[in-house]
C-alpha cells in the first residue's frame, strides 16, 4: 500500500483461496451475525462506506471498513478510490476472484468488507430526531433498500427495524440502498412495542401506513400547506411538520392489527386511479416526502 | 364448463403435455411476439384480466382472457372466479401443471394466457390525457411494472415506452404491475420524437425527471397550492395542473441528452438527506402523485 491507497502488490488471482471463499461466506446470514461484518459491492457502495469510514476515522471513532478488494481497472476507471481507501486494508484481485467474493453476478471491480454500522434505538432517540421509519416484519431485501434509500432521500434522520423483519445486511437489500445504508442511522431487531412507547415519551407522533386508513394524506398535506401559507381556518388531524414515526408493515400483508393499534393515526395514501394500492416502496416514498417537505417548509435546494 | 364459470372436467395433470409447454414458451419474447399474448400469473392480475376482459365484452369488443388455468383450491379460496371466469376458455389444472406452466415458482393457482392490450399513441391522445408517464430505455421489468402501477395508483390515463423499452409482457414486469397492467392504456415501441411532437400540437407539457433539473418539484407543488388557496403572487415557471406528459429515463443513465431535449422544463425531485438519487420507481411516483394531486384540486376519496 502506498500513501495514496492505491496497493501496489500483485492481485490476488486465486478463487479458490480460502480467503477469497470466506469473503464470499458473508452472502450468508450466518458468517455475518459470526463475524459482524458484511458486503459492500460496486463503486457506489465502497465508496459511500469509505466516506463513512474516514469521517469516523477524522472524529476518532472506529473505521467501518475492514478490506477493500478491487480490480485495477475499477482504480482506474475511479481513481477517487485511491484517497478514500488510503489507509485501509486494500487488496488488488482479478476479476474471478471478485467475482467469486460477490453476491452479484457482477460485482463492477470493487468489494468492501464492513463491519455492522447499525445503533441502538436509544442513541437515535437521544439525537432529537424529527423524522422516523419504522419497518415492521418487511420480508423483501429490496423493499427494505429500497425504503431505506427513500428515507435517506427525504433527509429522515433514521431507519428502524423491528426484529421480524429482513436482514439489511443482506447482499440484495445493502444494494437496493445505493450507498444510504452508511448515511443515516439504522436500529435493527427493534421491538415494536418499545419502539412505539419511547416515541410517545418524547412526543414523536406515531403514523401508520394503511391503505384503509381514515386519514388521507393529501389531506393533511393541504393543511400543512396552508398552514404554511398562512390560510385561516386551518386546523388538522394531525400536523405533519410535528416529528413523526411512520410505521410501514409487511409488503403482502400490510400492518398487524396490533402495530395499527399502536400508531396515533392511521394514514391513507390516495389512490386516485384503479390500483388496489402502491407498493411498499413506493408509498413509503410518497409518505416520507409528505413529511419531509412539510417539515422543512420550504423547498430545499434541488439535487 | 357450467354457466357459473366453474370448469367441470378432470384436471390437466401431464407436465409435460405439449399445451403446458406452449403456455410455459410464453415466459420469452419469441413466443409471445409469434403469437401476440402473454402470461397473467396469480390472483391479483388474473382478476384484473378477467374484469377488463368482461368489460370488453359487455362492450361488444373482444375480450382479453384466451385461456384460464387454475386448480382446484384456488377456486375454492377466491369463489369470485367462478362468476369472473363465465364464458371463457377456463380449465382446472394440477398445481405440478400450474408449475410448470409458469414463471413463477409459486403460481398461486391461477394463471391466464392474454391477448397483447396494448394501443397506439393516437388512440391515447385522441382521449384528451391529462397525465401521461413516459418510458425512455428503461431496461429492468421490475421497474417498469412498478411505474406502471404507480401511474395507475396517481390516476395517470396512460403509459407510454418506447422502442428500446424492456417488454411489459415479460413476466417479471406483468407481475411487477400488480393487476395495473389492465387498468390504464399502454403504448409500446413509441418513438420519444414523436411522442414530444405529438403532445406539443396537442398543449400537453412535457417534463423531463432528472436529478440535475433547474425547477424543483416542490417549488412547483407549493405554487400550485397557492394557487388552489388563492394566495397572490404565484407565478410559475410551470404549472403542474396543465395536461402533462412526465419523460423517465433509464435506471442508470436517466434520461439522454436528446430526449431532455424534447422536454420543456427539466423537473427534480429534491433530495433532503445525503442519497444521490431515487430510484426510478420512487422517483416516478413522487412525480406523478405530484401532478396528480395538483391537477385534482382536492384530495380524493382515500382507498
Redesign the interface.
Known sequence: MNETGRPQDFPLSNPRADRVRDVAKLAGRPARLKRGQFLAEGP?SVREALRLHQQRLAAGAPGVVHEVFASEACLDRFPEFDDLAAGTNARLATDDVLAAMADTVNPQGIIAVCGFVDVSLEEVLDAGPRLIAVLCQVRDPGNAG?VL????????DAVVLTGSSVDIYNPKAVR?T???LF??PVVLGADIDEVAAACRTRGIGLLAAD?Y???????L??EN??RR?A?SGTGSAYALENPTAWLFGNEAQGLSEVELALADHRV????????????L??AA??CL?AS??SQ?G??????
Chains 1, 2 share one sequence.
Open positions: 457506489q429500497t434509500r427513500a428515507a435517506d432521500a427525504a433527509g429522515a437496493s445505493a450507498g444510504s448515511h443515516l391503505g386508513g381514515d386519514l388521507n394524506l393529501d389531506v398535506q393541504d400547506a396552508a401559507m390560510v391513507a395514501v390516495p389512490v386516485y386511479g384503479a390500483a388496489e394500492s402502491l407498493n416502496g413506493t416514498t410518497v416526502y419531509a417537505r422543512q420550504r423547498a430545499p435546494a434541488s439535487g
